[in-house]
C-alpha cells in the first residue's frame, strides 16, 4: 500500500471538507484568508524546502520558470470559455484548475523523495508530514471550485488529480537509486511561482475588490499566523 498516497488524499479531502463548510462565509473573508494561508505554505513550508534541495540559484532560476509557466496557463485558460455563464464563477474555476495543476507538479517530487526513502524513519515523518499540510492545501484548492457551484464528484476527482503524483513519484523514487536535489528543487520552485502568482493576482485581488486593502490585508495575516501556528504545534 502506498501510505503516501493514501496520506495525502485524505489530507486534501479533509481540506475540502473544511472548505466546503467555509463556503457559506462572507467571499472576501475566504479570499483573504486563503491568500494568507496560501503565502504561509509557501513561506514556512515550501520555499525553506526548496533551499535546503537546491539553494538560491535553482530557487530563481525555477521562479522564473514558474512565472513563464503561470502566464502560458493563465493565457490558454483565458481564451477558454469556462463551463459556467457567470465571469465571477469563471474566476473561481480558473483559479481552482490552476491550483489543482500546481499541487499536482509539487507532489510529484514529495513522492520520489518518500519512494526512494521507504522503510526508513525519515519515510514515516513524511507520511505524517503529508498528511498533515495537504489539509491547508485542500481547503485552498476546493474552497473556488466550491464558490464556483461544484460539489461532491469535483472533490473526489481534484482529491485523485492531486494524489497521482505522489503515487507515480514513490514508485519511481523505488526504483531510481539516486537522487536529483537541483532538479526536485526546480519543480518544487515552478509550483510555488504559480501558486504565489494565482494567490495574487486572482485570489488577494478579488478579495480587495468585494472589501478593502485594509481589510484583506488583516484577514490574510490572520491566515499567515494560522499556518504558522499549525506547522508549529503539528
Request: proline share 3%; hydrophobic share 55%; with cysteine.
Amino acid at each position: 500500500m502506498d501510505y503516501g498516497a493514501f496520506a495525502s488524499g485524505l489530507g486534501i479531502g479533509i481540506g475540502g471538507i473544511f472548505a466546503w463548510i467555509f463556503k457559506g462565509v462572507q467571499q472576501s473573508f475566504i479570499y483573504a484568508l486563503c491568500t494568507g494561508l496560501i503565502i504561509g505554505l509557501l513561506a514556512f513550508e515550501m520555499i525553506p524546502e526548496s533551499l535546503r534541495l537546491g539553494g538560491w540559484g535553482v530557487f530563481f532560476v525555477g521562479a522564473i520558470a514558474g512565472i513563464t509557466l503561470f502566464r502560458c496557463i493563465h493565457h490558454s485558460l483565458d481564451k477558454v470559455t469556462i463551463i459556467t455563464r457567470s465571469p465571477q464563477k469563471d474566476i473561481f474555476v480558473r483559479t481552482g484548475i490552476i491550483l489543482t495543476i500546481s499541487i499536482s507538479v509539487h507532489n510529484f517530487p514529495m513522492g520520489f523523495v518518500l519512494g526512494s526513502n521507504i522503510g526508513s524513519e525519515l519515510a514515516g515523518a513524511m507520511v505524517l508530514t503529508l498528511l498533515l499540510h495537504n489539509i491547508p492545501e485542500g481547503i485552498i484548492i476546493f474552497t473556488p471550485l466550491f464558490l464556483s457551484g461544484f460539489g461532491i464528484l469535483t472533490w473526489m476527482l481534484c482529491t485523485m488529480v492531486v494524489t497521482l503524483p505522489i503515487i507515480i513519484g514513490s514508485l519511481l523514487g523505488q526504483f531510481i537509486d539516486i537522487s536529483f536535489p537541483f532538479l526536485l528543487a526546480f519543480i518544487v520552485n515552478i509550483t510555488i511561482s504559480i501558486i504565489l502568482m494565482v494567490a495574487i493576482q486572482e485570489i488577494f485581488k478579488e478579495s480587495i475588490k468585494q472589501s478593502s486593502w485594509m481589510y484583506s490585508l488583516i484577514v490574510g495575516m490572520v491566515g499567515v499566523g494560522g499556518i504558522y501556528l499549525y506547522l508549529t504545534l503539528s
